[in-house]
């Protein structure tokens, strides 16, 4: 497995792999299908500083597995971001979303040097779950009524991570 920020070109592959999952993502979640959505989407994740955007690609064609984005990106004291992501029906339940996550999580805690990500999951999606889990983030609350997603305010688990997680401090 592999990661590499979207680019405009991967429109073509990534609707289609889009249209290919939809019922693997329903209801949880809803990527671009069409040219112009791919186009806005992808523009946002190119060009806002407050998000990064990563497909994770099979090493041995370079074929997109999934996406992993970091959105709300905030420096500072805060130094964090949001995780959203989504396998594609392809391969869903190989492992390659989990290998993605933990690149991600890497890249975010080294070049970007955020200290925090979190990832805001319904309760009822348990694949999304499992690999939160899987790749070491904790389960920290509950939030009613939080996102607004398939025509209605949902309920999510947040799940975090911290770089003190994954590198704990060494003892003097």
Not at 55 to 64: F, M, N, Q, T, Y
Not at 88 to 94: E, L, N, T, V
Not at 115 to 122: G, M, P, S, T
């Amino acid at each position: 497995m592999g990661i590499r920020h979207f680019t405009y070109e991967d429109g073509a592959e990534f609707t289609a792999r889009a249209r290919e999952s939809k019922d693997l993502h329903h209801p949880w979640l809803f990527p671009p299908t069409t040219a112009q959505a791919y186009t806005a989407y992808a523009g946002r994740l190119i060009e806002d500083p407050s998000k990064a955007g990563f497909l994770v690609c099979e090493k041995s064609d370079g074929a997109i597995a999934g996406f992993i984005n970091i959105n709300n990106i905030v420096e500072g004291g805060f130094q964090s971001g949001a995780l959203g992501y989504g396998a594609f029906a392809h391969a869903a339940g190989r492992g390659l979303m989990r290998e993605g996550l933990d690149l991600v999580v890497g890249h975010a805690f080294g070049p970007l040097r955020l200290h925090r990500l979190e990832i805001n999951v319904q309760p009822g999606n348990a694949a999304s779950i499992a690999l939160a889990r899987g790749c070491g983030f904790r389960l920290e609350g509950f939030s009613p009524k939080m996102l607004f997603v398939d025509g209605a305010w949902r309920d999510h688990e947040r799940w975090a991570i911290t770089t003190e997680m994954i590198n704990p401090p060494r003892p003097r």
